[in-house]
């Protein structure tokens, strides 16, 4: 990996209408924009909405999403569905997956100038693996080689609606989504709807120490999407981004 | 910075708090698996593995340390059998020997298609795996277990690459500490020798390739050696190892592993012959 940058980024935006930066000082010119919440919070759907608006206006995008790695993938299934995995060994295995798509995609498209989109991140891990009882400091520690987001979304919705979200449409539960490791409940239905709550109550915990923008996932979808839209293009200079730009 | 190097983060363990609040530690939240007073010596470095009580590892942790070619494996063989014949159950451990990702990492070392923190962070998992499926369950029963290499080799070979210590440490905080350590100290001209001797080529990850120090295989490995031996000065000071001279006969290694052990585990008879199964490592 290049020790530094080599492109250089205008950082002021075209017609600065107040002294305020658009972006945050980054390390690399590309820009970082990521989705958080517990499923059924309805974020994978305001992201791929935000991912086609962008690709039709012919920005230079790349998105990326948790736990896929091609290179992590045959252990990860291999311990999930053989229940080999124990709380650290879960959160490792997936910080691996995750350190392979930042060294291999992440990283060298942020130096290139790319706007990357992330459906989950670290703060995934740090919910999650904090409810299995992994100790919070290990797992600040353990991806603290993660760029820091531009914009972490947060789609929040109460735990009822988004539960019947999923319950309503899926009810095929796996052990560890269900948080069956964790002798929560011997239903599994009942199991993850504990294991929600706590996942939910550990990203509350975040939206003020990691900056979290709190979108409201009762919101209908397009109102929703209408307000992400305006947001990034409020905190990121897309400009920058443009199929016209220099790159 | 290189948003891929954690040296900016602060050392020891510590994620820093620097800047835009990259690394700041999580708020408060789960409750912790039991917190250990600090003048308590804990069997875990730091935050102890979650849902793992240390109170009832009854059985001892003896790691061997040591590149390839220091003659770990024929230590270990040995031991084995000198333990097994005092009365003593043994359980071995090694790396890359783990159920849940052990032929995962052999594909993306044959692959060479692996980057420096994913590699790291699966010897990771590998470590952890065999950690609680196997070490732990094994002292659990009272067994010896002889680690056939430990996480200092990983971080060792991490750091290396330019990973920071600190940040190393921090993921093998929930490890357990040895009760003994040995580090079989060879150089690594007398390493390559004997390694080349025994398989008539050097790998590509033992000779340090990936990290392009030079195009000639002999000078690569013996500036990669000689840069994790610098690690392990430093590891063997934080960790209390056991410094051995491993250049010597296997036998006189042989004797001075027995002392430390048979000391430990207040063994009174010490002299050992090997069977003759193993009679052929005895030289």
Redesign the interface.
């Known amino acids: ?4 940058s080599t492109i250089a980024k205008p950082r002021a935006p075209q017609d600065a209408p107040d002294s305020a930066p658009r972006q ?1 000082e980054r ?2 010119p590309g820009a970082l924009v990521v989705v958080e919440g517990i499923d059924g919070s309805g974020k994978s759907t305001q992201l791929y909405l935000l991912k086609r608006w962008l690709e039709i206006g012919g920005y230079r995008i790349h998105f990326t999403e948790w736990n896929s ?1 091609p ?2 993938k ?2 990860t299934k ?2 999930k569905r053989r229940k ?6 879960f959160s ?2 997936h ?2 997956d995750f ?2 798509r ?3 995609q992440i ?1 060298p498209l ?1 130096q290139g100038g790319y706007l990357v989109l992330a459906d989950r991140y670290i703060y995934t891990a ?1 919910a999650r693996d ?19 987001p531009d914009i972490t979304f947060y789609f929040r919705a109460p735990l009822e609606i988004a539960l019947n979200r999923i319950l309503g449409g899926r009810p095929e539960l796996k052990h560890y989504e269900a948080g069956m490791d964790l002798g929560l409940s011997f239903d599994r239905t009942e199991s993850f709807r504990i294991f929600q709550g ?1 996942i939910l ?2 990203y509350d ?2 939206t ?4 979290f923008v709190l979108m409201d996932g009762t919101v209908p979808v397009n109102e929703l999407q209408q307000q992400m839209r305006e947001l990034v293009q409020e905190r990121i200079d897309l400009q920058w981004f443009a199929p016209d730009s220099a790159g | 910075m290189d948003p891929s190097d954690p040296r900016e983060h602060g050392g020891d363990g510590q994620p820093s708090a620097s800047g835009d609040g990259a690394a700041r530690p999580a708020a408060p939240a789960a409750p912790r698996p039991a917190e250990h007073p600090p003048a308590a010596r804990s069997r875990f470095y730091g935050s102890p593995l979650p849902r793992t009580s240390e109170d009832d590892l009854s059985g001892m942790l003896i790691v061997i340390e040591g590149t390839d070619g220091s003659g770990r494996s024929t230590q270990i063989a040995l031991l084995q059998e000198w333990l097994e014949s005092n009365g003593f159950a043994v359980q071995t451990m090694g790396l890359r020997r783990s159920n849940l990702i052990a032929r995962d990492i052999d594909d993306v070392l044959a692959k060479n298609s692996v980057t420096r923190m994913t590699l790291a962070l699966m010897y990771a998992t590998d470590f952890f795996d065999q950690l609680e499926n196997r070490i732990i369950p094994a002292l659990r029963s009272g067994m010896i277990v002889l680690a056939d290499r430990y996480f200092f080799t990983l971080v060792a070979r991490a750091a290396a690459r330019g990973i920071a210590r600190g940040y190393l440490h921090g993921i093998y905080e929930p490890a357990l500490r040895p009760d003994l350590s040995f580090w079989l100290n060879v150089s690594p001209s007398v390493a390559f020798e004997r390694e080349f001797k025994k398989s008539q080529v050097i790998s590509y990850w033992e000779a340090g390739l990936d990290m392009a120090l030079s195009n000639d295989l002999f000078k690569s490995f013996i500036r990669y050696q000689s840069m994790i031996k610098k690690e392990f000065e430093n590891l063997a000071k934080r960790h209390q190892f056991v410094k051995l001279d491993a250049e010597a006969p296997v036998q006189t290694v042989n004797r001075e592993l027995r002392k430390h052990i048979g000391e430990h585990l207040r063994i009174k008879d010490l002299s050992y012959k090997p069977s003759s199964a193993l009679i052929h490592l005895w030289r």
């Open positions: 990996m290049a020790p530094e945050p390390p690399y790695s290179l992590v045959s252990a291999r311990g080999l995995l124990t709380p650290t060994t490792m295995i910080a691996a350190a392979d930042c060294e291999r990283f942020l740090f904090a409810s299995r009882g992994c100790s919070p400091q290990w797992l600040r520690n353990l991806y603290s080689f993660a760029p820091i706590m109550d550990q915990q975040m003020a120490t990691d900056n």
